[in-house]
């Protein structure tokens, strides 16, 4: 699955888990979920740009 807006976006991390002492808790605990399922996630950001989230997981 893909999220993505059209917001003010930003400088993503090496890694999402970096995000947590930024605030940025729900970007981490997706990641976390996500690892939980077996399935990986990727953040593509650019300050001005938006930001977009793929998810994927096995069935």
């Known amino acids: 699955a893909t999220i993505s ?3 003010k976006g ?3 991390p090496e ?3 970096a995000l947590t ?3 940025k808790l729900g970007l981490a605990g997706m990641q ?3 690892q939980l399922l077996g399935g990986r996630l990727k953040l593509e950001s ?3 740009k938006g930001t977009k ?3 994927e997981a096995p069935v």
Request: glycine fraction near 20%; avoid cysteine; charged fraction near 25%.
């Open 15 to 17: 890694s999402l888990g």
């Open 53 to 55: 989230i793929f998810f």
């Open 5 to 7: 807006d059209n917001g």
């Open 46 to 48: 650019k300050p001005g």
């Open 21 to 23: 002492p930024t605030g």
């Open 32 to 34: 976390e979920r996500v």
């Open 10 to 12: 930003f400088e993503p």
